[in-house]
């Protein structure tokens, strides 16, 4: 692989992952074409009764608790879910309210911190990349001058070539993952919103 293709190929790959920043300077560091909503607001998701007089305690009750970490997780199928939602709320319908609004509270506090966390990684991943490129910059230019040097180092060339090919190799294997990551905060939106639906549709 020569050194002209590695600095390419991190160069051209830095541009595909950060294909969107350019479109919102507000955000130097997203690297997803999606564009960036740092948060969810309620409101986008949530039709039913107020929540105000609910706040986080929701924790305090463990049942609620347990389900809201089983209804987050989205390797539970909707089907599932559905069914979790309906046999959790019974009794009347004040009862059904309180438990709703307790188990929406917590699923919005829940999704809503797994979604920040999932864009803070993203980010962070995306200025390890720019250094990664800094670093394929300079070390193709020192591989060059132990080239040009009139006694080259044949050995620390071929150290050097071969750090540069497991540099860009980790960088192209970043890209890739980020591009997977880059659909989670939309899939983690599409189920809040959908349990949010199944719940204020129980509790009517």
């Known amino acids: ?5 590695l600095i390419a190929v991190a160069f051209a790959s830095l541009a595909s992952t950060g294909a969107a920043v350019a479109a919102d300077p507000r955000y130097p560091d997203w690297p997803c074409q999606q564009a960036k909503v740092p948060e969810i607001s309620v409101a986008a998701v949530w039709t039913g009764p107020s929540l105000d007089d609910v706040g986080t305690s929701w924790k305090d009750d463990p049942k609620v608790s347990a389900l809201v970490s089983k209804l987050a997780a989205r390797r539970t199928p909707m ?6 939602i309906a046999d959790f709320l019974t009794g009347p319908p ?11 509270a917590g699923l919005f506090d829940t999704l809503n911190a797994q979604r920040t966390s999932v864009m803070n990684g993203l980010e962070r991943t995306m200025r390890r ?20 040097s009139a006694s080259p180092d ?21 890209r890739r993952v980020m591009k997977f990551v880059c659909e989670v905060p939309t899939a983690i ?4 919103f959908a349990l949010a639906r199944e719940i204020q549709q129980d509790m009517e």
């Open 129 to 148: 990349q720019r250094e990664a490129v800094d670093k394929v910059r300079a070390d193709t230019t020192t591989l060059q001058e132990l080239q040009s």
């Open 154 to 174: 044949q050995a620390k060339v071929d150290d050097l070539s071969n750090q540069l090919t497991w540099e860009t190799r980790i960088f192209e294997d970043r």
């Open 189 to 192: 939106d599409q189920r809040l």
């Open 1 to 5: 692989m020569s050194r002209r293709f």
């Open 94 to 104: 004040d009862e059904k309210t309180r438990k709703g609004k307790l188990l929406f």
């Open 79 to 84: 089907e599932e879910a559905q069914k979790d």
